[in-house]
């Protein structure tokens, strides 16, 4: 693999960005799309050529799967936006938050808005419920976070295609280890930091804003809390504060590093009242031990920086020397080739950045 692409999707369509291995320069083309929301992108790559799936939606037609074989140049859709709520269930599809590959050729996961779960077969052509999920009895009380009541984050165990851990705005961490059949909650030690003393650990209702683990090590997970950055050494069982050291613990996305198990980066914000970050300054911050300790990756990032990151906009690609990507509702799209120790930006001036996915290919 000697070339690299990169998604980036906002609130006024999506652009698609080329290089090669060093990743210093980038050839764009967009907006696809245009005037649509793109709140999630996928790059699958599992088949012989890659895949590109983007979730869009158009005030017009409604919420849309897209997809494209030919690295974007031309795009297919299913007639009937590939992802429908059931007739029965009285509600309609208002946002695909989440497109995440699964255990097995063609299955692709969806997190929506209303908070649902849909699985396909066939590399995004058409989905189906995650009917349990949906029917689950905890899901009336499930609130919408300020962006919304989505399913965001979704985690297929990399090598059990029975167990899916997923987690939504608000309602927390569920996991399955039965193939959808049932879901349980996975929120202990997850602190709820909005809700009165002594009811802030409740056994769900966090406001989970985005959770990450690496493929050769499942059972560890990370996860960035409204309000707290957490370590699960047992698969979401159980949860454990790693913020000591960051300068605060708000923030939106979380990433682990592709080749390295112990490294994670987040992009901590002052807080729900002030969604920059400290002192106006954009850094990254890495920890190279799991949480243990922190440091920050600024070289390049710029001592400016007034907006936010959400939660889907940082990533890094799977290149041997991965590259780490940051987008910002600024619209400015900043790219590091080298992991986070250097930054330079890859576009500018472009709508509000909602998600970035980059891959090698």
């Known amino acids: 693999m000697d070339g690299t692409i990169l998604l980036v999707g906002t609130r006024k369509g999506l652009w698609i960005g080329r290089s090669d291995e060093e990743r210093r320069e980038w050839e764009l083309t967009g907006p696809h799309f245009d005037m649509e929301e793109v709140y999630s992108c996928l790059v699958d790559a599992r088949g012989s050529s890659p895949r590109l799936l983007v979730g869009s939606s158009s005030s017009w037609v409604g919420p849309q799967v897209q997809r494209s074989d030919d690295l974007g140049r031309t795009w297919a859709k299913s007639s009937d936006g590939a992802i429908r709520f059931p007739e029965d269930t ?37 989905f189906r419920l995650e ?16 962006g919304g009541q989505a ?28 193939g959808g059949s049932s879901w349980a909650p996975r929120n202990q030690g997850i602190r709820a930091e909005f809700l009165p003393e002594g009811q802030q650990y409740p056994e769900f209702g966090q406001c989970v804003h985005k959770v990450a683990r690496h493929p050769s090590v499942p059972q560890r997970m990370f996860l960035q809390n409204h309000g707290g950055v957490y370590r699960s050494d047992d ?24 080749h390295e198990p112990e490294t994670v980066f987040v992009f901590p914000l002052n807080g729900a009242g002030g969604r920059y970050p400290p002192e106006g300054r954009a850094r990254v911050w890495r920890s ?33 020397r991965s590259g780490l990507y940051v987008g910002a509702r600024n619209g400015s799209v900043w790219a590091s080739p080298d992991g986070g120790e250097t930054w330079t930006e890859a576009v500018g001036n472009l709508p509000d950045v909602m998600v970035v996915r980059a891959a090698a290919i």
């Open 131 to 146: 009917r349990a999920l949906w029917d689950h009895p905890h899901r009336p009380e499930w609130a919408a976070g300020f």
């Open 151 to 178: 399913f965001h984050t979704i985690l297929p165990h990399p090598t059990d295609a029975s167990s899916v851990t997923c987690a939504l705005s608000t309602g927390g961490v569920y996991q399955t280890v039965d």
């Open 90 to 126: 009285g509600t309609s599809l208002e946002r695909v938050w989440q497109l995440t590959p699964g255990v097995g050729d063609g299955v692709v996961y969806a997190g929506t808005e209303p908070g649902a779960v849909f699985r396909s077969d066939d590399g995004g052509e058409t």
């Open 235 to 258: 698969e979401g069982g159980s949860w454990t504060s790693i913020a000591d050291g960051l300068p605060a613990d708000f923030g939106f996305p979380i990433v682990v590093h592709p």
């Open 288 to 320: 190279r031990d799991a949480g243990g300790s922190w440091e920050p990756l600024g070289e390049g990032l710029p001592d400016t920086f007034f907006v936010g990151v959400m939660r889907d906009a940082m990533c890094a690609d799977d290149h041997e």
